[in-house]
């Protein structure tokens, strides 16, 4: 069975600066998908980055990049210069790599992280 | 992107009475949707995988009677909450999976908040 852990519940950063939000996760399955997303107050999922678990190279997509450890099972995004508008609650989750499966598509959540960006 | 609505975003109801909350996919078919239910500042946590034409797959502890799924076609997912508790208050999302070989996508309903009194 596929676990994702966020173990931090809440963390601060001042705005402009870098903060590290921690995910690891645990599977059996060679073949996965990592994700990160932003979920603000009205509770849409923002995609913020992906990472295959065969890609030999760390993911980025603008201020966000993923920190990704294979052999420690470690993901953690990484925000640089944050705004006040990245105050919201940040979930780490795994998918299946098993494309045309019927669970295919099947995401497992961690826990989140609020993340609360001071002026 | 490829976009999922989902109907509607807010509902109040009485104790007891049905809810029905749908999830469409606007611009591509989804032969596969996953409802999630996710309760305030918790994670989102997997109800039921839909796919079209066949039964639905219901996590363990998800009452299949209570939480209905029908997904009568390749763009529209419906579950509907049957004799409604304060209990089942909680914000819904669906979900449907990328396409085969785009691994990056997914793509989720912008959710509905459903309160019970």
């Known amino acids: 069975a596929q676990k994702i852990t966020q173990t931090q519940p809440g963390m601060f950063v001042q705005e402009k600066e870098a903060v590290t939000l921690d995910c690891t996760y645990d599977t059996s399955d060679p073949s996965y998908g990592l994700f990160w997303y932003k979920q603000p107050s009205s509770g849409e999922m923002i995609f913020l980055i992906y990472?295959?678990?065969?890609?030999?190279q760390n993911a980025t997509e603008g201020r966000y990049s993923l920190n990704f450890q294979k052999a420690r099972k470690s993901a953690n995004l990484v925000i640089s210069a944050s705004q006040l508008g990245d105050s919201a609650m940040y979930f780490c989750?795994?998918?299946?790599?098993?494309?045309?499966?019927?669970?295919?598509?099947?995401?497992?959540f961690g826990q989140g992280t609020i993340l609360t960006v001071h002026p | 992107g490829a976009v999922v609505s989902q109907h509607p975003s807010r509902v109040i109801c009485k104790s007891g009475t049905s809810v029905k909350i749908e999830c469409r996919s606007l611009?591509?078919?989804?032969?596969?949707m996953f409802w999630y239910r996710q309760f305030p500042k918790q994670s989102l946590m997997l109800m039921a995988t839909s796919n079209e034409g066949s039964k639905a797959t219901y996590e363990q502890g998800v009452e299949k009677d209570k939480f209905l799924i029908n997904h009568a076609s390749l763009t529209l997912s419906t579950l509907t909450v049957t004799s409604a508790h304060p209990e089942d208050s909680s914000f819904y999302i669906c979900?449907?999976?990328?396409?085969?070989?785009?691994?990056?996508?997914?793509?989720f309903g912008p959710g509905t908040r459903l309160t019970v009194t």
């Open positions: 979900s449907a999976p990328a396409r085969a070989g785009v691994a990056r996508e997914q793509y």
């Open positions: 611009d591509f078919q989804a032969t596969t």
């Open positions: 989750a795994m998918r299946d790599g098993n494309a045309g499966g019927t669970s295919y598509g099947k995401l497992t």
């Open positions: 990472q295959g678990s065969y890609d030999q």
